[in-house]
Nanobody, 124 residues
Framework: QVHLVESGGGLVQAGGSLRLSCAASGRTFSNYGMAWFRQAPGKEREFVAA?????????FYGDSVKGRFTISGDNAKNTVHLQMNSLKPEDTAVYYCAAKYYSIPTRPAEYDYWGQGTQVTVSS
């Protein structure tokens, strides 16, 4: 079992930045693909970014956030971060952290563990 807890959400003006964190516990962190998804009201859950330590720390991003968001992690602290810059009102959503054993899929249904989510609101 993997337990995930997100933090760092809040209200920010367009063009601003936020840093989300996801603290993981319960299993060997480095064996899991860690991802961020987001879900806006009335929309499907969307892939944002992912990182895989066993995969040489490779990172992957959704098209809508490339060049603005950066995923990183601290393996020793079992923590993943999502640095969000140049935020837009359309980035407003609940952001979720997810974990998948030795895999980095982009479909949310394929992930085994989820955090409770953290709200990000970007005002225009």
């Amino acid at each position: 079992q993997v337990h995930l807890v997100e933090s760092g959400g809040g209200l920010v003006q367009a063009g601003g930045s936020l840093r989300l964190s996801c603290a993981a516990s319960g299993r060997t962190f480095s064996n899991y693909g860690m991802a961020w998804f987001r879900q806006a009201p009335g929309k499907e859950r969307e892939f944002v970014a992912a990182i895989g330590w066993w995969y040489s720390g490779s990172t992957f991003y959704g098209d809508s956030v490339k060049g603005r968001f950066t995923i990183s992690g601290d393996n020793a602290k079992n923590t993943v971060h999502l640095q969000m810059n140049s935020l837009k009102p359309e980035d407003t959503a609940v952001y979720y952290c997810a974990a998948k054993y030795y895999s980095i899929p982009t479909r949310p249904a394929e992930y085994d563990y989820w955090g409770q989510g953290t709200q990000v609101t970007v005002s225009s």
